[in-house]
Nanobody
Framework: QVQLVESGGGLVQTGGSLRLSCAAS????????MNWYRQAPGKERELVAS???????NYANSVKGRFTISRDNARSTVYLQMNSLKPEDTGVYYC???????????WGRGTQVTVSS
């Protein structure tokens, strides 16, 4: 059973940085696409960044140039480095694992990121 545990959230001032981590249990991490989503109060959950099993990355326009997603298959961990944070980056950040060919989707419980102005 795959489980995801996020960490690294917190309170930071505008312009600051945070690094989120998501550790996965189980043995399928290396073949999975990994994604970071976020949900702001009163808004729908949105995709922030993704990384394929091969390392190809994709970002929401709102975070391009500020956020970097990376993965360490040896540690079964995906990271989200967030720089130049803005108040609109505030929300709960969720880690997502997806193996489409096996119809596997897993979510972490989320970690709160709050950016003060």
């Amino acid at each position: 059973q795959v489980q995801l545990v996020e960490s690294g959230g917190g309170l930071v001032q505008t312009g600051g940085s945070l690094r989120l981590s998501c550790a996965a249990s189980g043995s399928i991490f290396s073949i999975a696409a990994m994604n970071w989503y976020r949900q702001a109060p009163g808004k729908e959950r949105e995709l922030v960044a993704s990384i394929t099993r091969g390392g190809t990355t994709n970002y929401a326009n709102s975070v391009k140039g500020r956020f970097t997603i990376s993965r360490d298959n040896a540690r079964s961990t995906v990271y989200l480095q967030m720089n130049s944070l803005k108040p609109e980056d505030t929300g709960v950040y969720y880690c997502n694992l997806e193996v489409r060919e096996a119809s596997i989707v897993r979510w972490g419980r989320g970690t709160q990121v709050t950016v003060s102005s």
